[in-house]
């Protein structure tokens, strides 16, 4: 009769668990920034897209919705820096 207890608990056990594994599979996204510079906003866009793809890809996600991109003033130099915003799955 204990026996029987026990295994019937460790499958509701395994059962609990394996539900949980498949919500965090599920809730595995994140907000993944990356930085792109350029000598126009143009430019430091385009590369701050770029290296958010290239980001979002190294993790093994997939891109979520639109990408936002923030540019702040030109720097030293005129460079200008970029700042692209997506979640990723």
């Known amino acids: 009769m204990m026996k029987k207890m026990f295994r019937a608990a460790a499958c509701v056990g395994l059962l609990t668990a394996g539900v949980g594994l498949a919500e965090a599979a599920q809730g595995k996204c994140s907000r993944v920034q990356a930085q792109g510079e350029g000598v ?5 866009t385009e590369m701050a897209k770029m290296n958010l793809s290239f980001t979002i890809a190294t993790k093994g996600s997939k891109a979520s919705g639109a990408a ?22």
């Open 68 to 89: 936002s991109v923030t540019c702040g003033a030109p720097g030293p130099l005129m460079w200008t820096s970029c700042v692209a915003r997506q979640r990723a799955c």
């Open 40 to 44: 126009t906003k143009e430019i430091a």
